[in-house]
């Protein structure tokens, strides 16, 4: 079968591999018919994740036809469609039952080369670096689904593809960072980066009942977009974030902040995003422009929501101003299971359709460029939908 | 669903114009760095005679445009400016492209060296002044399409709050006992004077587990205790006198 692989920084190439089967008697097998890219993709691309090796198949967001089960998987059938969370859960571990999928102790069987660096093991993830498993990715022609009878959300066929496919990661993962929030009918919620996790935060943060949403980018299309869905935007390449964001909130700050950018946050000649470039480069710190922002302009006793990957460790973090400012701080993977019944009847209701985040559809072998295209955000980049 | 946008630009053949900016740019810092410090040699080697001054203005001038072409964002009204400056070179030039003049024949192989540049100079600010009118028009037809994406089937301002009863997990919720109080109703606490919520906010708080009561000899114990019996029912720790000081402003 075809499927983009990881060969090094920057090298995603589209290889042919050998078809996966069944390991497992719970697994199945699944045919994909639509994928995406991640902006947590970029991280592996851009050489920031550790635990990658040459040959790794990539890609965590993704649905399609279940071909094959094992005996012991009594939920899926052969011809059911089916989205798959980019999080593995075996459903049983204490964190399952509990709720907290993305921490499930049973998926990650390199749990204990994870637990060195993170003190503990948390799940299994797909396409992802071997810290979280090794699991091969669904940016590819087929992927073997483990614990397939926990996971995978059974679509109707009355939805597209293009309205499901996100309920695999940036969908959930933008609904988790405004839930967490715990969003009151007074507050404001600044959201930053306008990417795809950032643009469904902002519906989310909407529909959730956000007296004001607020959304910091440099992009214009992808500020216009965010716009669309609700929000007021700042381009921080020509405003002053803190002061816009104090103006819009009587110099109150806004309650809830979360950052949808993570360890590769973009800032423009600022010296500490200087200064995190140099860090990084030499694998000593993320890059915590926007953590840092969010903690000094966030309103006292509020809540930080962190969907945003981070790697390893980050360095000056103002800690002085998170503890005595009394803010809460919330973050982790997505614990998918726990929204997709939940907002699959949303758009089935027609409350919301991700579609709109789409703008790039293309063949599975335009997969490489693609990459590079939405990294460099070049040709309004925002969402990019590979189909096998 | 909107129009897509499909593939990156495709990487033009040859040098980009963008490159050939940057070298132009070294290039004239070059230049004027030897027309400052040497000004009569580089007259000697144009075949001009007795404007070291000229020179070392025109040197100046050189090394302001290769610095502003370096750092600019936008180089093409820099290239047009050394379009200009590549004028000012050939007219001075031709001031001593005379018979009198023993370097007549260098002024004239320095007025086709300048005349190159000026191809090199008016291909790269062509290219980017396209570039970036490509660029503009991209984006605004972005701005257009992306501008009507909300992803709502109504008015965003319908939407708001549609989910507002979604279910919210209790972990994910500010634990009760840290909530903001409610503005209205108030009620002033008798032992401490400080504000605090009136009775309907202390109500609920009754129908959870109750707090034992808190004697300073059974402190240790006491705690935990409490410590345990919460975490067996899940519900929020809440240290006696807390629970106290509500129950009484509650009262009050």
């Keep these: 079968m075809r499927a983009l692989c990881y060969h090094g920084k920057h090298d995603i190439r589209c290889d042919t591999v050998p078809d996966p089967r069944i390991e497992h008697p719970r697994d199945a097998i699944i045919r994909v018919t639509s994928c995406a890219i991640c902006g947590s993709d970029l991280h592996l691309y851009d050489g920031f994740m550790p635990g990658m090796k040459s040959g790794d198949i990539v890609g965590h967001e993704f649905m399609g036809e279940v071909v094959d089960v094992g005996p012991e998987n009594r939920r899926l059938r052969v011809g059911d469609r089916v989205v798959v969370p980019f999080t593995i859960t075996c459903g049983e571990c204490e964190q399952c039952r509990r709720g907290y999928f993305s921490v499930c102790e049973r998926s990650n069987p390199n749990r204990d080369m994870q637990a060195k660096l993170f003190g503990h093991q948390t799940a299994g993830l797909f396409g992802y670096t071997h810290l979280t498993g090794g699991y091969p990715g669904g940016q590819a022609e087929y992927v073997r689904v483990p614990f397939a009878d926990v996971g995978p959300v059974k679509v109707p066929d009355s939805l597209t593809d293009e309205q499901v496919l996100f309920l695999g990661d940036i969908f959930p993962t933008g609904w988790q960072a405004a839930v967490q929030c715990d969003i009151q009918p007074t507050d404001t919620v600044a959201i930053w980066g306008a990417g795809p996790v950032g643009q469904m935060a902002i519906r989310s943060a909407v529909l959730l009942g956000a007296n004001q949403v607020i959304c910091i980018d440099r992009l214009p299309e992808r500020l216009a977009m965010a716009q669309a869905g609700g929000a007021i935007t700042i381009n921080f390449d020509e405003e002053n974030v803190v002061e816009r964001l104090n103006e819009l909130t009587n110099n109150k700050g806004p309650e809830k902040c979360i950052d949808a950018v993570g360890m590769e946050a973009h800032a423009t000649a600022t010296v500490d995003s200087m200064y995190d470039r140099a860090k990084q480069a030499l694998w000593l710190s993320d890059r915590t422009h926007v953590l840092r922002e969010m903690i000094y302009v966030c309103r006292p006793a509020g809540v930080l929501s962190i969907p945003g990957v981070y790697g390893g460790f980050v360095d000056k973090l103002p800690f002085g101003a998170l503890m005595n400012k009394g803010l809460t701080l919330r973050t982790g993977q997505t614990h998918v299971g726990r929204w997709t019944d939940d907002l699959l009847e949303r758009i089935e209701q027609g409350q919301i359709d991700p579609s709109f985040v789409i703008t790039h559809t293309v063949p599975l072998e335009e997969g490489p460029q693609m990459y590079r295209t939405f990294r460099d955000k070049q040709d309004g980049c925002i969402k990019v939908v590979l189909k096998p | ?252």
């Design chain 2, 1 to 252: 669903m909107s129009e897509q946008f499909r593939g990156a630009p495709r990487p033009r053949r040859g040098l980009s114009p963008e490159r050939v900016a940057t070298g132009l740019a070294w290039f004239t810092i070059g230049l004027g760095l030897a027309e400052l410090l040497a000004p009569r040699a580089v007259g000697r080697l144009a075949g001009t005679r007795g404007k070291d001054d000229v020179i070392r203005a025109f040197g100046v001038r050189e090394i302001a445009n290769g610095l502003c072409l370096l750092a600019a964002q936008n180089k093409a009204p820099w290239l047009w400016a050394r379009i200009g400056g590549d004028g000012l070179d050939l007219a001075t030039l031709a001031t001593d492209y005379t018979d009198e003049n023993p370097g007549r024949e260098r002024v004239l192989y320095s007025m086709a060296a300048v005349a190159g540049v000026t191809l090199l100079d008016a291909y790269a600010a062509q290219g980017l002044s396209r570039e970036r009118r490509e660029q503009t028009e991209l984006v605004n037809a972005l701005l257009l399409d992306y501008g009507r994406r909300s992803g709502f089937p109504e008015h965003v301002e319908m939407l708001r709050g549609a989910a507002a009863d979604a279910p919210v997990p209790a972990d994910m919720r500010q634990p009760p006992a840290l909530q903001p109080w409610p503005d209205t109703p108030r009620a002033v606490s008798d032992r401490t004077g400080v504000p605090v919520p009136g009775p309907e906010f202390a109500k609920p708080r009754s129908e959870g587990p109750q707090p034992r009561p808190y004697s300073a000899a059974s402190a240790t114990t006491q705690t935990s205790q409490s410590e345990e019996a919460d975490a067996s029912s899940g519900a929020p720790v809440t240290s006696a006198p807390i629970a106290d000081s509500l129950s009484s402003a509650g009262r009050g």
